[in-house]
């Protein structure tokens, strides 16, 4: 952490949270929070448009998360033991695309907020579409430092874990557990 105060103290530092729907950003200066944004674009559009395109051209359907999966490990997916010709290719660009506009409504929310991308120090990336759109969010956004989380699903679950138990032992005193279920639920 002397590493993260001492280089950042002074700087803007942005959580960048990419989910299937939607796209949140945490703006922490001096590390406190300031502000957040949301944005309404996730991964599930280049993926939805993906499974459409599978499902026109080869009248299969592929779930969500086995294509997202196929993606991110750079696998073959494999239809009636073929591989799909130029899959890879189809997928870059229905990817970069969305991926391009959210990097764009992004700088533009930012903007909004008064976060101009040169005082920005630090950008932590995470949630799954991180690594989906990791490839243009690190060209685009270049100039920036960055730090993408190699589970970055599990960040998510990590946070609420970590957020459970605060709240559990806030409460631990409590004279029943509903008194407990009621504050999470507030």
Known sequence: ???YENNYAERTILGFDIGALTSDVTVINN???R??????????????????????????????????????RNEKLLIY?????????????????????????????AAAAGIQLPDIGLIVLCGGGSLLFKEVIQKQLSRIPM?????????NALGAWKNANKLRNEYVSASSSLDFVAATLE
């Open 81 to 109: 033991g073929e591989e799909i010709p130029n899959l890879r290719d189809t997928c870059k660009q229905m990817i970069d695309y969305e991926a391009r506009q959210l990097v764009d409504e992004f700088t533009s929310k």
């Open 147 to 155: 730090i993408f989380s190699n589970n970055a699903v599990m960040l």
């Open 35 to 72: 502000t957040f944004f949301g944005i309404d674009k996730g991964t599930i559009d280049p993926l939805n448009r993906i499974i459409d395109f599978i499902k026109t051209e080869y009248k299969v359907t592929v779930s969500r998360h086995k294509l997202d999966n196929t993606i991110i």
């Open 31 to 33: 590390f406190e929070l």
């Open 1 to 3: 952490m002397d590493e």
